[in-house]
Nanobody, 123 residues
C-alpha cells in the first residue's frame, strides 16, 4: 500500500518561507511524476507544481512561478516544495500526489494522494 505523508506546514507571515516535504512509503515511486496541489476553504483543489520522474522537467502554476520550487530526492523517496515570498492567498491545505501518466495539472491524472498539510500565511 502506497502512502504519501506531507509535513512542514504551519503559520508564517507574508513574505516568509516554508518548505513542505512529502515522504513516500510502501513502494518506490521513482517512475512516477510527483505533484503538489492546494485547496483553500470553499474552493477547488488547484494544481501548484509537478516534477517528472527523471527530475529533468518541472511545471508550475502561474500563480507560484518564481516563488515556489519543487524538487525530489530519489535516495530518500521524498519530494519537496520550497515556498518563498509567501502571500496570504497561498493559504490552503497542500497535498502531495503521484501520477504514472497524464497531464501534470489534471487532478484526475494522479493515482496516489497524501492527507495534506495546512499552510497559513498571515498579512
Amino acid at each position: 500500500q502506497v502512502q504519501l505523508v506531507e509535513s512542514g506546514g504551519g503559520l508564517v507571515q507574508a513574505g516568509g518561507s516554508l518548505r513542505l516535504s512529502c515522504a513516500v512509503s510502501g513502494r518506490s515511486l521513482s517512475s512516477y511524476a510527483m505533484g503538489w496541489f492546494r485547496q483553500a476553504p470553499g474552493k477547488e483543489r488547484d494544481f501548484v507544481a509537478d516534477i517528472i520522474w527523471s527530475g529533468a522537467g518541472t511545471y508550475y502554476a502561474d500563480s507560484v512561478k518564481g516563488r515556489f520550487t519543487i524538487s525530489r530526492d530519489y535516495a530518500k523517496n521524498t519530494v519537496s516544495l520550497q515556498m518563498n515570498s509567501l502571500k496570504p492567498e497561498d493559504t490552503a491545505v497542500y497535498y502531495c500526489a503521484a501520477r504514472s501518466r497524464g497531464t501534470a495539472s489534471s487532478l484526475n491524472a494522479y493515482d496516489y494522494w497524501g492527507q495534506g498539510t495546512q499552510v497559513t500565511v498571515s498579512s
